[in-house]
């Protein structure tokens, strides 16, 4: 079975063009909430937000946590993009189990 090239294309450019059909920000932030990782005893049921978080090395600061997840977020897309993209005229038979 080949992939289609329509459906592959058709997806791609939904994550690409994110302000037409969905809200990368929004989902971002849902993700972080979902994590529920970014809590502190000291604060109850209180989260921290990711800009009041940075990843340090040592003693220096690497870079904000908001920033490390847009970032990380772009690049994560970008990739899953381009492998969509791989895809078309592929035989894709081999992702599916046999009955």
């Avoid at 997840?69 to 897309?77: G, M, P, T």
Wanted: with cysteine; glycine share 6%.
């Amino acid at each position: 079975m080949k992939a289609n090239k329509k459906t592959l294309l058709a997806i791609k450019h939904v994550l690409e063009c994110e302000q037409e059909f969905w809200d990368k920000e929004e989902m971002i932030n849902e993700i972080i909430v979902e994590t529920n990782l970014l809590k502190c005893e000291e604060m109850g049921e209180n989260t921290l937000s990711p800009d009041e978080c940075g990843i340090e090395w040592g003693e220096q600061n690497i870079c904000n946590l908001d920033d490390f997840i847009r970032e990380f977020s772009d690049n994560f897309l970008e990739k899953i993009c381009n492998m969509l993209e791989s895809f078309i005229g592929e035989d894709i038979g081999c992702y599916f189990e046999e009955d």
